[in-house]
């Protein structure tokens, strides 16, 4: 996260998580963006048609069980340099989106921590990867996309584009049936405008069971999850008058809102983590360094570790 996004750049993730996987002997497959294609992942690519840095998906498999028991799926948001696309971000503080690929790095952290320490569970990593950019071949407000789940998109903001790509890597994940997804991304300015950068917004469909053993995991590390409501209601949010959902959901309620729509992608116990507030830190803090902090590697290992 802390490095410059001419160097971390899609490809630059991709070269890191090969090399992870040498490390730790574990499997490692890198989607180009004709592979994505041909498997009609049309709101990633959405996302990334605006830049010329091209898009990747990588995944990541440990097995430290038999490939028969279910494994965790984490899924990491990888948007590398985000200017917003068409619906540009002011320009002051822009040089921080390049911290916008931090739920991606704890992925890859927390892979390498369990393939290090040979926890006996089953890990797959999932990070979607891309820069959005603004460009004569960049995706516009009011465009309608359709996403890998067959399920169109109406896109009235190309700022929240973190949600187009995850939407693609969460209907991906339901190839490996996960015993349980977990996503974590820099998503909504709203989670940091609600709770600041003091800890994670957490929401999902997984049940209390594993929201309470994840939230013991945040206590434990200081990385505290503040679970928001997930009610029906906010998916009226969402309905679009000229596709099945749209991509923001209005003024109220943006973290959620932004939930539910990743929420459409899933079938299987998910829990989201937004955790654009204390991705990175603009001055010193006692327990995490200034810049990108690797927060969700300390919760999920603690996590992970503490499962049996």
């Not at 992925?107 to 820069?131: C, D, F, S, Y």
């Not at 596709?243 to 829990?271: C, M, S």
Request: hydrophobic fraction near 40%; aromatic fraction near 8%.
């Amino acid at each position: 996260g802390n490095l410059a996004p001419n160097i971390c750049t899609p490809t630059y993730l991709a070269k890191q998580a090969k090399d992870l996987a040498k490390l730790h002997k574990i499997k490692a497959d890198v989607l180009d963006e004709k592979d994505m294609e041909k498997l009609g992942m049309g709101s990633l690519l959405s996302v990334a048609q605006g830049s010329q840095e091209p898009a990747k998906l990588i995944v990541l498999e440990y097995y430290g069980l038999e490939k028969k028991d279910n494994p965790y799926v984490l899924v990491g948001k990888g948007v590398t340099f985000d200017t917003g696309g068409i619906s540009l971000k002011p320009a002051a503080e822009m040089d921080e989106m390049k911290f916008d690929m931090s739920g991606a790095g704890s992925v890859l952290g927390t892979l390498h921590a369990v393939a290090a320490m040979k926890l006996p569970i089953n890990v797959v990593g999932i990070i979607p990867t891309t820069e959005n950019m603004p460009s004569g071949k960049a995706t516009k407000p009011g465009d309608v996309v359709t996403s890998m789940s067959g399920q169109t998109i109406e896109i009235l903001n190309t700022d929240a584009e973190g949600r187009m790509i995850l939407a693609d890597a969460l209907h991906y994940a339901k190839k490996y049936t996960p015993e349980l997804c977990i996503d974590l991304a820099t998503l909504t300015g709203a989670a940091m405008a609600a709770i600041g950068k003091y800890g994670i917004v957490s929401m999902g469909t997984a049940g209390d069971r594993w929201m309470n053993k994840l939230r013991t995991s945040g206590n434990n590390v200081h990385e505290r999850l503040a679970e928001f409501p997930f009610w029906e209601e906010y998916d009226d949010l969402i309905k679009s008058s000229v596709a099945e959902i749209k991509n923001v959901g209005g003024t109220h309620a943006g973290a959620i809102t932004a939930g539910k729509f990743l929420q459409r992608f899933t079938d299987y116990p998910w829990i989201h983590l937004d955790i654009a507030g204390p991705a990175f830190l603009t001055q010193n803090d006692p327990y995490k360094p200034y810049g990108g902090t690797g927060v969700g590697v300390r919760l999920l290992f603690d996590f992970f570790n503490n499962l049996s």
